[in-house]
């Protein structure tokens, strides 16, 4: 074992120092704003706050999919919130989403504007008010829940437990990076198993599960997660891969993985998505030919 020399918690925990690691600079142990700083409005009935994430990605997906379907009302803009800068604990924020974190969204199209944070509640915000993409079937319905609510559950044993240690913190720790490491694998056995039986999570159709599930363990298959690939031997979940793949081929996914991006190739980088056209004319390469 590589453990650092052994640690005794003292009686009462007290923020005294920067803890290290990746993105340490924006954690704390309080809520609240930070500073003032309004929201920006545009001109849709959505407004979304967010960040090409993974959890930022299931929004987007499910409403370039809705635009796609013919669902006007499902217009959006998507702002840019630069998490790495605090933007998350202005005070704007903050009123749309206490807990400070992407994606936030604001429905305007009704007399009161309407908040709803956490993805998992905003894909079924959207989900039921255009009646799109979860089932009305009782069972198939549950079923969707189900693998939507498995997903809010597990990916924080995956980003914050596996991806936080193996890849962003100070030093690795053997313990920490085996039982991260360990669950993980057993989460993408779980989609596997289910995926052997079914082309979709909940069922013959593709949901707002597989919306809230692809962006991360999608990307993980693909070994485009943490550079784990090889670790974790992911080609080893081959219907898992076809699932993924199977996804990555809509057109409305390949939209929703560029709103908000702010990192990779120029071109698949859309930072703020107000109209359509965007996608042709606002992606970074265009903004900023080198
Ligand atoms: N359970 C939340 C998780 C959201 C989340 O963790 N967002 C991250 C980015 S992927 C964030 O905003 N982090 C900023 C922070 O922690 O200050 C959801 O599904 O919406």
Redesign the pocket.
């Known amino acids: 074992m590589n453990e650092s020399p052994a640690y005794v918690p003292p009686a009462v925990w007290t923020w005294n120092k920067e803890s290290g690691g990746r993105f340490a600079n ?1 954690n704390r142990p309080i809520a609240g704003p930070t500073h003032d700083k309004d929201l920006p409005v545009g001109r849709h009935p959505l407004q979304l706050y967010s ?1 090409g ?4 990605v299931k929004v987007t997906v499910m409403l370039e999919e809705l635009l796609a379907l013919g669902h006007a009302g499902a217009e959006y803009d998507a702002w840019l919130v630069k ?1 790495n800068e605090g933007d ?1 604990f202005g005070s704007g924020f903050v009123a749309a989403n206490p807990n ?4 936030a969204l604001v429905d305007r199209s009704g007399p009161t504007p309407v908040r709803v ?4 509640a905003i894909l079924m915000h959207l989900a039921e008010k255009f009646g799109a993409f979860w089932p009305t079937d009782t069972a198939a319905r549950a079923e969707c829940l189900s693998w939507l609510f498995w997903q ?1 559950g597990s990916a924080p044993f995956l980003g914050g437990g596996f991806g936080h240690f193996y890849a962003y913190a100070p030093s690795q720790i053997e313990y920490a990076i085996d039982r991260y490491a360990m669950e993980v694998k057993r989460q993408l056995d779980v989609l596997d198993r289910r995926l052997a039986e079914s082309p979709y999570l909940a069922g013959d159709d593709y949901t707002i599960a597989d919306m809230a599930v692809w962006p991360w363990y999608g990307t993980l298959v693909k070994g485009q997660l943490y550079e784990a690939g090889e670790f974790l031997q992911v080609q080893e979940y081959e219907n898992v891969l076809r699932w993924t793949d199977q996804i990555a081929q809509r057109p409305a996914v390949r939209r929703g993985r560029m709103v908000n991006r702010a990192w990779g190739q120029p071109s698949s980088q859309l930072h703020e998505r107000h109209e359509a056209s965007d996608f042709e004319t606002k992606t970074q390469d265009k903004l900023m030919p080198p």
């Open positions: 924006i960040l994430t993974p959890n930022g998490i998350q400070s974190k992407i994606p944070f956490e993805s998992g809010m």
